[in-house]
């Protein structure tokens, strides 16, 4: 057995069932082996969303997402992919080709030093450099993935040693272990919270990693405390849930902040800093009870009061246990929810046309089912569906917040609908992020993927234009032409739509969800209103008085 086997075999063992990428002459050996096991090829058209479809299939299970370039350019249009996964807390591994070994120490054609070309967007970046390392490479690979904070690892693999006899010990394996927080630090954080009057809830990424849902819901529920979630963390708490609230991440003085400025003390729960900084929604510094897998970053805005590190759903159940109960929730939580929930029902009433922001969610949110999935790309439309879409189970709603890249809706789609066939998935887009990865239509159609494409079309950068305006009160260089999309879906060989009056979106939106193969709908939107909303929050949206 060869070494590129040896990898392919280690890789079956540890449960991976896809592998995604682009073939390349210095890769064809191990894609050979993979030709010859369990895993399933998927042919991407660049490496880029190859790596996003692998940073999916990490966010969706838990095992890292493998996927597979060859040297120099192939494994370059790897970095934006990997950044991603490393940046968003997702598991994921990487491997390329690279030139034989005899090549590396002098320049040559399309050579570039991998290893250390992905260093600085990896957890670790290594190279297999004996018959001896496949095995213990990927074990190694996967623990560092996968233990907290989860992120990228890439492996590169020479020409000449992907068919070299591997002689590596069978049977490595190892386990990452739970770990609790001290007795002493568990009383601490109950002393804090008890002493609180008015205690709220901060809902990270790490929550849904966690598989802390539960957990955080039942802590809520006997303080009584709100619960807010970052836009990574949204379904940590079901938006039905009498204590949620509201998404923290946008800018201003949105709901989020209102809420913060009325606590007096903040759980911070599988927080963060990367998509929301401290500095950002506690400037008047509310003490902190910490509660994640690794300790708090040094920062004078997240003054810690109290840690528990270590498993979130065992330090949260012993927690519950110990938080005195009480009985209702805050008035001023309970008038900010209710505000809340009159906004977005006042959405659902609207019958403007082209459609606004608001009325987009309200139809999606309606067509769907609580355990269908939405990948939402990066662009004003991730404001909008971060601040205002409610999500009603975990790990339904996936918002790339830590490198926040564009063009991650339809590759994350892809590999969605593939580890998760029996759900219904919605991919959504602005126009901008659309065309970035717009090849992948064909993967699309290939795979015969039931998916749905909302593309919201306003021809245009429009977060960046909202951002000129809010700046400059003027904006520039942000408009563009676009194709006809309905005939450009069908180019690909899947079905396109265009809404083209306000009362359309939901029947569109319920057939297609319903389809046996992925549609793709124009829907034109109305992005005055990111004027309207960022005046809303520049004054706060709880001030009657504005």
């Known amino acids: 057995m060869n070494i590129a086997e040896e990898m392919v075999q280690s890789l079956e063992e540890k449960g991976v069932r896809y592998l995604f990428g682009v073939p390349g002459e210095e890769n064809i050996d191990f894609l050979e082996a993979v030709r010859n096991s369990s895993i399933q090829f998927i042919l991407t058209r660049h490496e880029q969303t190859a790596a996003m479809m692998a940073a999916m299939v990490g966010r969706l299970t838990g095992i890292p997402g493998v996927c597979l370039s060859t040297l120099g350019p192939g494994a370059a249009n790897l970095a934006t992919g990997v950044a991603t996964a490393n940046a968003d807390g997702l598991p994921l591994i990487a491997i390329a080709g690279q030139a034989e070994t005899n090549r590396l120490h002098h320049p040559s054609h399309q050579m570039v030093d991998l290893p250390e070309f992905f260093r600085p967007i990896t957890k670790w970046s290594t190279t297999i450099r004996h018959s001896s390392a496949p095995r213990e490479t990927i074990e190694k690979a996967f623990n560092l993935a996968m233990s907290e904070r989860p992120g990228a690892v890439f492996i590169e693999l020479p020409e000449d040693l992907a068919v070299k006899e591997g002689d590596s010990v069978t049977g490595i394996a190892s386990a990452l272990g739970r770990v609790e927080a001290a007795e002493i630090d568990m009383k601490r954080a109950a002393e804090q919270i008890n002493a609180a009057e008015m205690p709220l809830i901060l809902a990270g ?127 001023p939580f309970a008038e900010l929810r209710r505000k809340i929930r009159q906004e977005w029902e006042e959405a659902g009433q609207d019958t403007a046309f082209p459609l606004k922001p608001s009325k987009i969610l309200y139809d999606l949110r309606a067509a769907m089912n609580d355990d269908d999935l939405v990948v939402c790309d990066v662009g004003a439309h991730k404001v909008w569906l971060g601040r205002m879409f409610p999500v009603f189970a975990p790990d339904t709603c996936f918002i790339s917040n830590g490198l926040a890249t564009m063009g991650v809706a339809l590759p994350g789609a892809i590999a969605a609908k593939l580890v998760k066939p029996e759900r219904r998935v919605v991919a959504v887009c602005g126009d901008g992020g659309f065309l970035m990865n717009v090849q992948e239509l064909e993967t699309a159609a290939r795979l015969k993927l039931p998916l749905v494409i909302l593309l919201w079309r306003d021809g245009g950068y429009g977060l960046i234009e909202w951002k000129q305006l809010e700046k400059f009160r003027h904006s520039h260089h942000v408009t563009f032409g676009n194709p006809d999309f309905v005939h450009l879906a069908r180019s690909f060989g899947i079905e396109g739509c265009r809404v083209e009056k306000g009362e359309e979106l939901r029947p569109l939106l319920e057939k297609a969800l319903h389809a046996e193969g992925p549609v793709l709908i124009d829907c034109p939107v109305d992005y005055r209103e990111n004027l309207k909303l960022e005046e809303k929050i520049r004054f706060g949206c709880g001030d009657e008085t504005r």
């Open 205 to 331: 990424a790490g929550t849904l990693r966690g598989k802390a849902s539960r957990e955080v819901a039942a802590l809520s529920e006997k303080l009584c405390a709100s619960v807010l979630e970052t836009f990574m963390g949204k379904g940590a708490v079901s938006w039905r849930l009498d204590t949620h609230l509201a998404a923290a991440g946008t800018w201003g003085r949105d709901w989020a902040d209102e809420a913060i400025d009325k606590a007096d003390l903040v759980l911070a729960i599988g927080y963060d800093y990367i998509e929301y900084s401290p500095v950002r929604w506690n400037k008047e510094r509310k003490q902190v009870v910490h509660i994640n897998w690794q300790e708090a970053e040094v920062d004078a805005h997240y003054p810690v009061v109290a840690s528990l590190i270590g498993d979130l759903s065992c330090n949260l159940a012993r927690l519950t246990e110990l938080v005195r109960e009480r009985t209702a929730l805050p008035a």
